[in-house]
């Protein structure tokens, strides 16, 4: 498969499609990845939001936006668009996804897609025909596509458990800060909602099993004065039993120390086991009793679900901007109207992992009490 090729099948720059008119509200980091994704996915950014009014001209260089708008209403009012990147603080993405619901927008929002159950309930409700995705975008790694296919043609025999983490350090020190921190931003959950709901995300996906009941315990490691809200957790660790009857082990924290970005874990079967690692996304570990291999990302091995998210030739290292890029790009084929791209992480995605999160917060308070996961 020639670079033109890959570059084709996962709608890259050679690829022949309509232009869509973007806008991006949140101009931080996650902004940024998101304005990067969507003009790789051929789309135009034409507007930014500021997070002040007097900011809108730097909003829209921030993301390389055509115009800045003052607040999200004067976009919705004058912009034309067809979808908008919901990138801002926690307890205003449910708004804001609303209003840009309401006045007929696809919509990408960042999760959690809320900060409570009852507003993504809503939000499911709102979306009705509109493009609605959460950027669950580990989905994308090819790598991980492979352990799907893999696992859906049996070939761990019977799945037995999963043990993995994702374990970050940014919030390691007392004088580390960040908005999430405060959870009149952030919401009632900072590392759970934060991290532990891509995990779950990708464990389920991955096995097409789902979290049914789960024991949680959660820690505040620093005390940090900002905001008027309750400590978020740094930290949580989780037990819990699947629909299936597998039995897993979790552990989120964002104070473990030289971890950057590690969500890793590994399933296992009685005839074969395998591990992921997203800060090693180009191998995938399977673990049999006769021996052990690990795969590599090579268009020229993998199963086509996992080809079709190959952007390199095999020796060229992808990583997580492909993945967001892949992401955007498989909703803006959605938003055209194309077959629905297989995998889309869906707003009905975000709901249920702000009930896992949810789960998770209501056992921790009820120190590891069992409790079960609403469908």
């Given amino acids: 498969m020639s670079v033109t090729d890959l570059l084709r099948a996962s709608g890259g720059p050679e690829s022949e499609q309509p232009t869509l008119r973007v806008a991006v509200v949140g101009v931080g980091f996650m902004g940024q990845v998101h304005a990067e994704a969507a003009r790789r996915a051929g789309a135009r950014v034409v507007a930014a939001v500021a997070s002040r009014p007097e ?14 708008y003052p607040d999200l209403a004067a976009l919705l009012d004058d912009a034309e668009i067809d979808v908008l990147h919901v990138c801002t603080p926690n307890a205003s993405h ?3 996804t609303a209003a840009a619901l309401a006045a007929g927008v696809h919509v990408i929002c960042e999760k959690p897609l809320a900060t409570g159950s009852a507003e993504a309930v809503a939000l499911v409700e709102t979306a009705g025909d509109r493009v609605a995705a959460v950027p669950f975008v580990y989905r994308f790694h090819p790598m991980v ?15 037995a458990s999963v043990t993995g983490g994702y374990l970050q350090d940014w919030l390691s020190r007392p004088s580390d800060d960040d908005w999430r921190v405060d959870g009149a931003l952030g919401g009632p959950s900072r590392a759970f909602a934060d991290i532990g709901s891509h995990w779950c995300d990708l464990f389920e996906f991955v096995t097409g099993d789902r979290i049914a009941h789960l024991s ?6 620093h005390e940090r004065a900002r905001g008027n809200g309750k400590p978020t957790e740094d930290l949580a660790s989780v037990h819990f039993t699947t629909s299936a009857g597998m039995v897993g082990t979790l552990v989120v924290s964002q104070v473990a120390a030289g971890r950057k970005n590690r969500l890793h874990l590994e399933i296992s079967g009685t005839e074969a086991s395998f591990g992921f690692d997203q800060e090693d996304p180009e191998r995938l570990w399977v673990g049999r009793r006769e021996g052990s291999q690990t795969l590599l990302r090579d268009p020229g091995t993998l199963h086509p679900s996992a080809a079709r998210y190959v952007r390199l030739p095999a020796g060229h290292a992808q990583g997580y901007q492909d993945c967001f890029d892949a992401f955007v790009a498989d909703t803006y084929r959605a938003v055209r109207g194309e077959d629905a791209p297989d995998g889309l992480p869906t707003f009905a995605d975000g709901l249920r992992a702000v009930r896992i999160t949810e789960t998770v917060l209501a056992s921790a308070a ?3 009490a069992w409790r079960k996961v609403p469908a």
């Fill in 55 to 68: 900011g809108a001209v730097t909003a829209a260089r921030a993301v390389g936006a055509d115009e800045g």
């Fill in 94 to 96: 449910a708004p804001v």
């Fill in 145 to 159: 596509r492979e352990l799907r296919a893999r696992l859906a043609a049996g070939e761990a025999g019977v799945v």
């Fill in 216 to 221: 949680a315990r959660t820690a505040v490691v």
């Fill in 366 to 368: 009820a120190d590891g």
